[in-house]
């Protein structure tokens, strides 16, 4: 019997997502996005709750720079941008395809009540699509 495939964002997200706060040194942040391979991380206050995203390319130029410099670097709150796009668990995966057609961000936060609950990438997008036509 061949499994249902995904709709919605909450069938394809990822719950355990890397996230950082606006305090968190964008030496940590590097680290953490290679480690989990990611391009980018939701920025979190301490209850949880969205307040920005920073991107592998919202730092490599201020990393550049205090490594030539020998200056302590930046902190995630001083790089990140505040506007944010995000998405709900409920929204319908079809509807997120058509969104990234115009959008750009290779990960979309997921929130529910202001509070980041999950990630959902391109790549998660892509292969709900494919299960979609498989099934």
């Known amino acids: ?37 990611l391009p980018g991380a939701p920025v979190v206050d ?32 001083e790089l990140m941008r505040n506007e944010v796009l995000s998405v709900t668990p ?3 995966i079809t509807d997120l395809a058509q969104e990234m057609l115009g959008a750009k961000p290779k990960v979309y936060p997921v929130t529910e009540q202001g509070r980041l609950v999950g990630i959902v990438t391109r790549r998660d997008v892509l292969n709900a699509i494919l299960r979609m036509r498989h099934s």
């Open 1 to 37: 019997m061949q499994s249902k495939a995904p709709t919605i964002v909450r069938e394809i997200m990822s719950r355990d997502c890397y996230r950082v706060t606006g305090k968190t040194s964008v030496i940590t942040l590097a680290q953490g996005l290679a480690l989990h391979r």
């Open 46 to 77: 301490e209850h949880d709750r969205l307040i920005g995203f920073i991107s592998e390319q919202d730092v490599i130029g201020k990393l550049l720079e205090s490594a030539y410099l020998d200056d302590e670097p930046p902190l995630v709150h």
């Open 90 to 92: 409920a929204k319908s």
